[in-house]
């Protein structure tokens, strides 16, 4: 129901999802960004750049594949842009403490140093 | 051989014989009251009793009954398929295997096919010295034959024969008879294939087009579908309007060149396609591609016009994408018009090569738009820019009057109904200032969740709430529908409530299902509750009998009142 978009930049896949993450979508989400991780990379970057409303079916389910993808000794970096009202968001359910949130996609790709962590 | 080249030796047109007619009026025994009677009975045999009857039964019946009137031994109605110049039996009595063999009869050959080129009465007196085209007249022994053609408003559509396994010298009172009884069938035919026509015209046109406009607040739509010609009013021109899983709202309006039941057919597969290609999350201008891929592939040398609107509910943003359409009308709050630029891309269905390019726009409150077809501005021997002119001006009188749905009004304007030359489809979707509050009743499952905050932020953006407090008032108030969706009793077609109010510099929304809440024990739960206070100001969770009422405010910080 909802269309990611599937890109690789470095060879480090990035995917895109166009819509909204909610308690409709969130398993489906999953398994689609699950599956764009595959065994010759270690990183898989999602964008939320498309994305304008993330409620807590998806924050959980982001939580949840940054786990599995650590399990599988991956990393799970997501792009939120600075000024946007899910960067917001991220802050007020301490994401960043979790998984790397990086405002670019360059950044992703670089390995998130600056937010990583926060 | 079967080859019927010429009249046989025993073979006759009713009309130069004289003699039968001279011959005394049937046998020896029968009166002129008995004459009478016989007529009186043959104009029943397609009484309304027989109304209830499906077109086969009726017809059956009725041969069964010019069988016993006209002392026949076989009775047999064959049916014109004009497509193909073949007579076709629908019908027989004594001589059922002509039904369940299938037989056709060229026209003009055989028997009846002589009858149906004739459009007169032929008689065989003696099957034996005359040639006939179908083996199972001989096979089964027949001797005699008395055939007339059925008309419908002096056409012929049929044949209906009466045959005997002895010889027999028909007369002109059977001619007289059999002819009545053909005149019931044609009209009995005649009315069984208008309806059966109108049902199917109904069923396609229900199917074709949406069943009911969507009901969004603060969005009133209206539609106008006309095709052309008078006798199957279906065609090539569609219109669709639906809610996308992302709670945008899709507007799309098409033209299959050509009419009728063909151009029909094909547009139903192809608005079916786009629908889904659309509902899958394509963006438009890939949707566009597929489905000029997809009309190409189909390789039957038809082609399409077709415009896609894609309209935020929240922001009022649109992105629109043309196959060669005419352009969206926009009329603006002030009854300016203007139409929707957009790139007018290759018709489908021409090009494989084919690229669509996506434009965006707005539209504001109190603006409406209007997609429309070819047929609505075009008249023969007139330049495109004058219909379309036309329309703008028709459009802006109408956006002033009040009387009749929008589609209505530019329609009644613009459309002279008698003289309809091209099918005409008309969408129109008004955006309307939505008042101080909002009511909505939603389904209880999560596919709802998108449209809700699409709604609420539209209603909130009216509203003048600033960006950052309508992310939030809608992102909370879409977790506690999550919970009422997640909390609704297992009672099928459960719904909850949502009632919004904007006052002194607040938001109120209360989100009141009927289902029993939970204590936020999970994971998942937990966080949404932990959402919903970190966006609001207050979270109220009132827990009822018959149900569970979340009541979220927020003060609003900036200047709207």
Redesign the interface.
Known sequence: ???IEVERLDGIPVARP???I????ASTVREQLAACLDVDTDKLVVDLGETR?V???G??MLFRLGERLRQRRATLLLVIPGDS?LQ??AT??ALPSALPVCETVAQALGGCVRESGA | MDVDADLGQGQREAVEDGSAAGAGLGPPASGAEQAERRLEHMREVAAPSLGYLSLEQMLSEMLERIRDELRADTAVLLLLDEDRGVLVARAARGLEEEVRQGVQVPLARGFAGRVAAKAQPVIIDDLNHADVVNPLLRQKGIRSLLGVPVRVEGRVIGVLHVGTLHQRRFVQEDIALLEIASDRAALAIDNARSVEQRAVTEIMQRTLLPEALPQIPGLRFSAKYLPAGTTVRIGGDWYDVFQLPSGRLSLVIGDVVGRGVLAASVMAEIRTALRAYLMEGHELSQAMSLLNELLVAMGRNRSATAAIIELDLESGELASVSAGHLPALVIEADGSSRFLEVPPGVPLGISLHARYERRRDQLPVGATLRLYSDGLVERRGEAIDEGLARLGSAAQAAAAAEDASFADRVYRRLVDETSVEDDIALLAVESLPLGPSLQLTLDAQPGVLAGLRSTLGRWLASEGVAENELFDITLATSEAAANAVEHAYRAEQATFLVSCEHEAHSVRVAVRDRGRWRDARSYGRGRGLSIMRALMDTVEIERGEDGTTVVLTKRLATGAA
Do not use: K, T
Request: glycine fraction near 4%; aromatic fraction near 4%; proline fraction near 0%.
């Open positions: 129901m909802i269309e166009r819509g909204d909610d308690a409709a979508n409303y409620d807590s079916a924050i959980d009202q917001r968001l007020i359910v």
